[in-house]
């Protein structure tokens, strides 16, 4: 469970250059609970993430992992628990290591108890079986350099990597952003099939009003560094897109050229 208490945090505060980014946010989010986070540019949604993967300390209030104070603990304190997938495919693994050696390195960070059997032949085993879920053919791979994969393949073997870990809290800022719709929709698919394999709190921030509004178990709406909407249950269910961009628009936020609202239908025999 991930727990926000009225969380505040501001750059380069007391100068010309200050910005309110968080202010005042509170929410919890149970394990195995899927949240979209949308809102225009500015809005906070990184600093959101940042925040709770470590990497910002917020100027005030309290975060919370299962109960245990985190609000001080760095990055590599909490990367154990906290998985965190990037909008850069690039971001999230080494190019001119292999896949293996890449998942080696996730295994070594975020390695729990019920991992630690895994050494060399089970070990790999196990990379195979987690990599053959995405029907890309990388668990033939594994001693391929990553540098090698389209943006679609590396992406999906960060999702592979973050899953590893088994966190308690899976980040994903706009992971979906760099890749083309047919690739969104199968890393989506992965997404959605791993947070439930996990059982982890998710946080996945996106641009996609439709992703929003389809994907997860409830949907935030973050305007100048606040929530302004929560939406669960047959409340998420019967949103809108377009009541969706009302609800951003009526904050006063621009909805910017990058939302998409809706995907263009696929051409008629497009491949994926
Ligand atoms: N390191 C920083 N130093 C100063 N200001 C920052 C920093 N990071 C973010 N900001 C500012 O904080 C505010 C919130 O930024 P944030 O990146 O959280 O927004 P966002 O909702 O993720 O936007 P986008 O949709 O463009 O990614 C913005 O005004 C931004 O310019
Ligand atoms: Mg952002």
């Known amino acids: 469970m991930l727990t926000l208490d009225d969380v505040r945090l501001t750059y380069n505060g007391g100068t010309s250059a200050e910005v309110r ?40 209030g309290r975060v919370e992992l299962d109960g245990r104070d985190v609000t001080r603990l760095p990055v590599h304190r909490r990367a154990r628990d906290v998985a965190r997938v990037f909008d850069d495919p690039r971001a999230g693994s080494l190019p001119e290591l292999s896949i293996e050696d890449n998942l ?31 029907g890309l053919g990388l668990e033939r791979r594994l001693a391929d350099p990553v ?24 980040l994903l800022d706009e992971h979906l952003a760099a890749l083309d719709p047919g690739t969104q929709r199968r890393v989506l698919e992965l997404t ?10 998710t946080v996945m921030v996106t641009h996609n009003m439709e992703h929003a509004i389809d994907v997860g178990d409830r949907l935030l709406v973050m305007s100048r560094g606040e929530l302004i909407a ?18 951003i628009a009526s904050a006063g936020d621009a909805v910017s050229d990058r939302m998409v609202l809706r995907e263009e239908a696929a051409p008629a025999g497009a491949g994926r």
Do not use: Y
Not at 156 to 163: E, P, Y
């Open 147 to 170: 540098g090698l994969l389209s943006a679609g393949q590396r992406q999906s073997l960060t999702m592979v990597m973050a899953g590893l870990r088994d966190p308690r809290v899976l």
């Open 104 to 134: 080696a390195l996730a295994l070594s960070r975020g390695q729990r108890r019920r991992l630690r059997f895994a050494v060399g032949g089970e070990r790999r085993a196990l990379m195979r079986e987690r990599l053959a879920v995405l």
């Open 230 to 247: 929560d939406f669960s249950g047959e409340r998420k269910a019967a949103l809108s897109v377009e009541a969706l961009v009302e609800t």
């Open 192 to 201: 959605t099939a791993m947070v439930r394999r996990l059982g982890c709190a």
């Open 21 to 60: 980014a968080l202010r005042g946010v509170t929410l919890t989010i149970p394990a195995g609970e899927f949240v979209t986070v949308v809102g225009s540019n500015g809005a906070g949604k990184s600093s959101l993430i940042k925040l709770v993967a470590g990497e910002e300390r917020p100027t005030s």
